[in-house]
C-alpha cells in the first residue's frame, strides 16, 4: 500500500450509542469500510477508527487519487475455429479482439474447463476515486449490519441509532453522497452542551484538531488517557488513591466526549458494608470510580467521570452524591435485613427461586448438589474432613439466592454468601467455596480451595446435563444458557485440579438425580450426548493448547472419558511430535504397517506360539510379550514417554520380521496367526490411542 497520496475521513453522526454496543460498532465499521474500498480496487495505506458516544470515523492516509488497474482476461471463440494450423488468426479471432477493442496481438490460447479457447487481456484503466467515492460510501454504509439496530422516520434505513449528520472529505474536498436522507457534508458537530450547532471540518487531517477545540476528542486513546490523567490528579488533590478498573475506564470513555473528573463524598457509615458491596453499588448502578487511603482501605470518595470540565460542576457533583446516598442507604438496609436470619435458615426460601422452567427450583438444584458432592468427595478422596465442609458447602450454595442484597445486586451472588458464611461462624473453608463456585475457569480463575473447585465443577455439570435433558443444547451460534462456556470452563478445572474422573459416570449419576425429582426419565442417549458435548469442547480446549488436531483425533479416537487422562496423553503425544520426531515416526510407521495388515482380519489376537514358524518371527513375539507386559505397567503408571521408548526398541525386530516372514501365508492358520500376532500390536495400542489418526507429515495441520 502507498504511504503518499490524500487522506479520506468519513464521519457518521448519530444519537447517543450505549457503550455496550461499542465494540461491536468499531470493529463492524472498520471490516465493512476496508473490505467496500479493496473490493472497489481503492489503494490505501494507514488507517484508524475513532469515535465518541455520538460518532464512529474513519480516517485513511495513502488513499491514491485512482483505482488500482484491472487486468482481465476474457474468453473468446474455440481455438479450432479461431486459429490456422499455421497459427494464423482467423476471421472469427479478429471479430473477437475488433469487439474486445484489443490488438489480434494480445490474443493467446488457454485452456478452458470444456476445452481450448481464444482469450484477449485487457487493461481496464482506474476510475478518478473522487468520482466513485459517492457511490462507494453509500455502499459501505448500507453494508453495515448490528446485532441491534432501529428504524426511524420512514423506516427506510435500519442503523444502530439515528443518523443526524454525515461528513465525507477528500482531504479538503467534499464528497457528496446520502444516506438514510441525510446529504454529506464538510459540517460535523461540536460538544453537545460545550459547542452545539455544526463545526466545519477544514480537511480531512485538521479533524481532530478543529474537534478538540469544539470541546470534543474524537481519539477514543486520547480521551481515556485524557481520563487516567484527571483521576490521578484529582486524587491527588484529595489526598486519596482511585481503585483502577480497566472495564469501568473502557465504558465511562464512551460516555463522554469532553472529559472531565469530580470528587464527590458520602458518610463513614457506609464503610460499615462489605468493600465489594460499596465498590459495586459505585461501579454498576453509577459508573463511579472507588477510592482508598494510603493504607488500602475504602475511603469515603468517589469519583465520576463527568462529559464536561469539573469547574463548576458543583451542583452535578452534589447531584450525584444524592443518588449515592440513597443506594447506599438501600444496600444498607439490605444488609442488615439479611443479617436478621442465618444463611443456612435462609436455603429453605429457595423454594421460591426458580431455577429452570420445567427443572424446579434452586432448592431441587441443591439437593442435587449435595448429592453430587457426595459421590465426587468418594471418586476424589477428599477426606473426611473436606468431605464434610463440601457437603455443607454444597448446601449452602445457592442460599445468598433468597437474599434481599443478591436480588438488588445479582453480581453480589456468591460474594454475600461467602460474607453471610463468614460472619454466621461457618468454617473458613465453606465460606470460600460459596463464592469460588462463581469463579469463571474458561478466563482461568480458578478456585483457589479444594472444597470450592468440587463445588464449582458440580455446579457446572448440574447445568449442562439438566439443560441437555430437557433439550436445552447449543446450536449453531445460539447458546442462551452459555452451556459452552460452562464447559470450558468445566474442563479447564479438571485440567487444572490434575483430577483422574470419568465423566461419564458424573453425568450418569446427575441424570439419575434429576430423573428421581421427577423432571424427566432416565435416558441414556442424553448421557451420550452431555459426553459428545463435552469431549467436542475439550477438543476445542486442546487445539487452544496448540496440540495438533490429528494428535487429538487419535486419543479421542478411542473409548475414553477421562478428561485429564485425555489431556495427558495427548500432551504426551504432542510433546514427542515436538522433541523427539524421529522416535514418533519409527513407532508410527511400525504401528501403521501392523495396523494396515490386520485392519480386515476379524479373528482374535491369541497367538498360537506353536505355530510361529520362522526364527525371527519367534523373537518378535517374545519381545512383543516383554513388551505387553512393560505397557501394562507404563499405562497405568502414566509413563507414556516410556510406551514410545519402548516400542521403539521393538520397531527394529518388526522391521525384520516384515522382510523375512510372509504375513498372508498361504497356508490358513499359519496366516491367521500370523495376522493375530499384527492385531496384537494394534490392539494394545488401542488402549492409549488409535495411532493410525496420526498425520506425522502435517507440520501445522488444522481441525
Known sequence: ?????????????????????????????????????????????????????????????????????????????????????????????????????????????????????????????????????????????????????????????????????????????????????????????????????????????????????????????????????????????????????????????????????????????????????????????????????????????????????????EIIIKGNERVLRARLEDALFFFHEDRRSSLSDKVDKLKGVVFQESLGTMWEKTQRLIQLSRYLAQKLHVGKEKAQFLERAAFLAKADLACEMVKEFPELQGYMGRVYAQEDGEAEEVALAIEEQYFSPSEGNYPKTLVGSVLSLVDRVDTIVSSFALERIPSGSEDPLGLRRLAQGLIGLIINKCWFLGIKELIRENLSLIAEQGFVSFDEAVVEKVLAFLLTRLRTFLLEQGINYSIINAVLGIPIDDIYEVYLRASALQKLWDAEKSVLEAVLTGFTRAYNISKNFDGSANVDEQLLQEEIEREFYQSLLRFEKNFESSLKEGNYQKLFEDFYTLVPVLDRFFEKVLVMAPEEAIRKNRLALMKKIVLLWHRFADLSQVVIQEENGGS
Not at 495505506?45 to 465518541?52: A, F, I, N, P
Not at 491514491?64 to 479450432?80: D, I, T
Not at 499455421?86 to 477493442?101: C, D, R, S, T, V
Request: aromatic share 10%.
Open 1 to 313: 500500500m502507498s504511504s503518499s497520496g490524500k487522506t479520506l475521513l468519513v464521519e457518521v453522526g448519530m444519537e447517543e450509542l450505549p457503550s455496550s454496543l461499542k465494540e461491536e460498532v468499531f470493529e463492524k465499521f472498520e471490516e465493512v469500510f476496508l473490505d467496500v474500498l479493496r473490493s472497489e480496487q481503492i489503494i490505501f495505506g494507514e488507517h484508524k477508527v475513532l469515535g465518541t458516544p455520538r460518532r464512529v470515523t474513519i480516517l485513511l492516509h495513502g488513499v491514491e487519487e485512482f483505482q488500482r488497474k484491472q487486468v482481465l482476461e476474457v474468453k473468446g471463440p474455440p481455438k479450432k475455429v479461431a486459429l490456422s494450423p499455421e497459427g494464423e488468426w482467423l476471421k472469427p479471432a479478429l471479430l473477437f479482439a475488433q469487439a474486445q477493442g484489443v490488438e489480434p496481438s494480445s490474443l493467446f490460447i488457454k485452456e478452458a474447463e470444456r476445452g481450448t479457447y481464444v482469450f484477449a487481456r485487457k487493461e481496464i484503466p482506474g476510475k478518478a476515486i473522487k468520482e466513485i467515492l459517492p457511490q462507494v460510501l453509500k455502499k459501505a454504509l448500507s453494508c453495515l449490519q448490528f446485532s441491534r439496530s432501529m428504524r426511524w422516520g420512514e423506516g427506510n434505513v435500519a442503523f444502530v441509532r439515528p443518523i443526524r449528520w454525515l461528513v465525507a472529505l477528500l482531504d479538503d474536498e467534499e464528497i457528496v453522497f446520502e444516506f438514510a436522507d441525510i446529504t454529506s457534508s464538510k459540517f460535523s458537530r461540536g460538544h453537545r452542551f460545550l459547542c452545539p450547532g455544526k463545526v466545519a471540518i477544514s480537511s480531512a487531517e485538521t479533524y481532530l484538531d478543529t474537534l478538540r477545540k469544539a470541546f470534543v476528542i474524537a481519539d477514543p486513546q486520547e480521551r481515556r488517557a485524557k481520563i487516567e490523567e484527571l483521576l490521578t490528579s484529582c486524587a491527588q488533590e484529595e489526598g486519596i488513591f482511585w481503585l483502577r478498573d480497566e472495564n469501568l475506564l473502557e465504558e465511562v470513555n464512551f460516555l463522554v466526549e469532553y472529559p472531565g473528573v469530580g470528587v464527590g463524598r458520602f458518610e463513614e457509615k457506609y464503610l460499615t458494608l462489605p468493600s465489594k458491596v460499596l465498590i459495586t453499588v459505585m461501579k454498576h448502578h453509577q459508573r463511579y470510580f472507588a477510592c482508598t487511603d494510603e493504607r488500602g482501605n475504602l475511603s469515603p470518595h468517589f469519583m465520576v467521570v463527568l462529559n464536561r470540565p469539573a469547574d463548576g460542576s
